[in-house]
């Protein structure tokens, strides 16, 4: 089955829903006029990582969720990406949402894996559990920036079914090597297309250096971006996964009775 995918790599206006949903807006108009069925942007897109309101701007969760679900039903077109929004405990939590054509929630992920350097784990309540999202071209994966770095995440997903894993990310330089390395690992090794949306800018401290990506199952770059704004698409078969583990038949091949030291 052919997918195509639009990569919104995007500078994010820190603390200003309103300016990065118009952003949003055009830039999802676009991806539908080039034929796009999903449209992927960064992590925490809708506001940045301001620590300092973070309170205040999940409290506005309800109306920035509810704003992202007109945007998919405007343009009609699968919108991926994640933001602040609160937990079922009312505690801000960095959210992986997944909306259907019809502005509905196909799946929602918090982050499992806070990340310390940028005092995400000072501020956001952690998630419990994966989540798959069920879609005309197969299952797909939630994961959020940080996650990449789990490998036991990503085998989860290939072992369950999970053809794809859509990967909005804030990664910073200095690691532009891990992220391309890692992007590609654990496509390669779980046999399926990692998505990779990164943004661009910069905050207080980091510099974030873009180069979202989509990687086969081969571990080819199907698109990749450089370091400024840019709007990507490409399309990609989604049967080439179940060629490559019939080819490979890694999951066939493993040996979990003997992953232990006795």
């Keep these: ?20 949903l ?24 809708t506001t940045g990582c301001d620590w300092p309101n973070v309170k205040t701007l999940a409290a506005e969760h309800d109306a920035v969720v509810n704003a992202v679900a007109t945007l998919a039903r405007k ?34 992920y918090r982050k499992i894996h806070l990340f310390g350097l940028m005092d995400e784990d000072q501020y956001l309540a952690p998630g419990q559990q994966l989540t798959t999202v069920e879609s005309p071209w197969g299952q797909g994966g939630l994961a959020i920036c940080y996650d990449l770095r789990f490998a036991e ?45 990164n943004r661009v800018g910069k905050d207080d401290a980091n510099t974030f250096f873009g180069h979202s990506a989509i990687i086969d199952p081969w571990g080819n770059a199907v698109v990749e971006a450089g370091e400024s704004e840019i709007l990507l698409t490409a399309t990609i078969d989604t049967d080439m996964v179940a060629e490559v583990r019939q080819k490979i038949p890694v999951f066939k091949d493993r040996r979990p009775d003997l992953y232990r030291l006795s």
Excluded: C
């Design 75 to 108: 343009h009609g077109i699968w919108i991926n990406g994640s933001m602040l929004a609160l937990d079922e405990e009312n505690r801000p939590a960095n959210t992986s949402i997944m909306f259907d054509p019809d502005g509905q929630q196909a799946g929602l």
């Design 153 to 197: 995440m990503f085998r989860t997903y290939a072992l369950n079914g999970v053809t794809m894993v859509y990967l909005p990310a804030e990664w910073p330089h200095p690691r532009l090597a891990h992220w391309q390395t890692l992007l590609r690992a654990r496509a390669i090794e779980n046999q399926m297309y990692m998505i990779g949306v």
């Design 22 to 45: 118009a952003k949003a807006d055009q830039w999802a108009a676009e991806a539908k006029r080039r034929g796009s069925d999903v449209v992927v942007f960064p992590e925490m897109w």
């Design 1 to 20: 089955m052919q997918l195509t995918i639009s990569l919104a790599q995007i500078d994010i206006a820190l603390g200003d829903p309103a300016a990065n």
